[in-house]
C-alpha cells in the first residue's frame, strides 16, 4: 500500500514564478522555524507548473522526512488560505496565557517590595509578598516580576 499513488488530487499546487522565487528566497536566507521551512519545501517539490516538480505526496514526505498528512495539509493550506498564509505561523490565543501582573498592578508590587518591612522581619521576603499581593499569584511569580527590575529588594546582590 506504500508504493500505491493517488492520481487526482483535490488541492493541486500551481506556483508562479515569483512565488517560486519568494520560497527559494525564504529557505536560503535567515533563520526560520523547521516547520514553515518544511512547508516551503513541500511547495517547490509539490508545485505542477511548468518550473515545478510535481513529486508525489509519498516522494515529498520521504524526501523531507515527514508525514504524508504533513504534505496533504501544506497543500491544502496553499488552495484555501493562500500563499502568504502557508509562510505565517498562527498565533492561537487560547495557548498564550494571561498576565497576571499588568503594569499598575506591578508597579504596586514593587511599590509595596520597596517599602518597609512587615512588623517582626528584617525584610521581605517572597511569600510575605504573596501573602500581601491581591492577585493570585505564586511566590515564582512575584520573584519573577521582581527580577525584572533594578529595585529587586529580595536579592542580595543589590548593588
Do not use: H
Not at 522526512?65 to 495539509?73: L, Y
Amino acid at each position: 500500500m506504500a508504493g500505491k499513488e493517488i492520481a487526482v488530487k483535490k488541492y493541486v499546487v500551481r506556483l508562479s514564478a515569483d512565488e517560486r522565487e519568494k520560497l527559494t528566497r525564504f529557505i536560503g536566507s535567515g533563520k526560520r522555524s523547521a516547520q514553515l521551512l518544511t512547508k516551503a519545501r513541500i511547495l517547490l517539490k509539490a508545485d505542477v507548473s511548468g518550473a515545478g516538480e510535481g513529486w508525489s505526496d509519498s516522494k515529498i514526505a520521504e524526501a523531507l522526512d515527514t508525514s504524508v498528512a504533513n504534505v496533504e495539509r501544506t497543500r491544502r493550506q496553499l488552495v484555501e488560505e493562500g500563499f502568504e498564509a502557508v509562510l505565517i505561523r498562527k498565533y492561537n490565543p487560547k495557548c498564550a496565557r494571561p498576565r497576571i501582573f499588568d503594569g499598575a498592578a506591578e508597579a504596586k508590587l514593587i511599590a509595596l517590595a520597596c517599602g518597609p518591612a512587615p512588623e517582626g522581619y528584617a525584610r521581605w521576603t517572597l511569600s510575605l509578598l504573596e501573602e500581601k499581593v491581591v492577585e493570585k499569584a505564586s511566590d515564582n511569580t512575584i520573584g519573577r516580576t521582581l527580577k525584572k527590575t533594578f529595585s529587586n529588594r529580595i536579592s542580595n546582590s543589590n548593588g
